[in-house]
């Protein structure tokens, strides 16, 4: 079993791949609530289909 890390580092490097696909099976498919300054969504399908068009203005993604 991944650690909760390997997880998120998992997400990020999906992330910085722009790879909505590999993202959202990261995120759970119950129980799932992103609330966000601009928009909420409660499931996380809705919310990797708002992802879509934001991955062709990902330049890099910076870890620190």
Not at 24 to 52: I, M, Q, Y
């Amino acid at each position: 079993m991944a650690s909760p890390k390997d997880v998120v580092e998992q997400y990020v490097d999906a992330f910085a791949r722009k790879d909505v696909k590999k993202m959202r099976s990261f995120l759970s498919d119950t129980n799932f609530s992103f609330k966000g300054p601009l928009e909420a969504f409660a499931t996380a399908d809705d919310f990797a289909a708002a992802l879509v068009p934001l991955v062709p203005i990902i330049q890099s993604v910076e870890r620190k």
